[in-house]
């Protein structure tokens, strides 16, 4: 079972880059699903981007209030996992979460997770 650890997150200003980071311990990341989830207050939990890497050519997926400003990627060398966020708005503050899924993204964004990090805040201010 994978273990995912997040870093990255703080306060920022509305419009600037943010690069989230998910250190992937005790499995390789190729052989699962792996993506960000956020959560806002009062809101439910919404997928941001999923990634899979296991043929060897990453696929990806983004929700469409993210899709042209982030980007998800990942190190398997390195064994973490990315989101990079630019030009972020207000409307991306929550608590950002690394989640994982044994195999391929069968069901694209909406892949049901079964390892979730502990998450990492994102505040954005004006």
């Known amino acids: 079972q994978v273990t995912l650890v997040e870093s990255g997150g703080g306060s920022v200003q509305a419009g600037v880059s943010l690069r989230l980071s998910c250190a992937a311990f005790?499995?390789?990341?190729?052989?699962?699903?792996m993506g960000w989830f956020r959560q806002a207050p009062g809101k439910e939990r919404e997928g941001v981007a999923r990634?899979?890497?296991?043929?060897?050519?990453?696929?990806?997926w983004l929700t469409d209030s993210v899709r042209g400003r982030f980007a998800v990627f990942q190190d398997n060398v390195k064994n973490i996992l990315y989101l990079q966020m630019n030009n972020v708005t207000l409307d991306d503050t929550a608590m950002y979460y690394c989640?994982?899924?044994?195999?391929?993204?069968?069901?694209?964004?909406?892949?049901?997770?079964?390892?979730w990090g502990q998450g990492t805040q994102v505040t954005v201010f004006s």
């Open positions: 990634i899979y890497t296991g043929t060897g050519i990453a696929n990806t």
């Open positions: 989640a994982a899924a044994r195999g391929s993204c069968t069901g694209g964004i909406n892949t049901p997770v079964s390892v």
């Open positions: 005790g499995d390789s990341l190729k052989s699962y699903c």
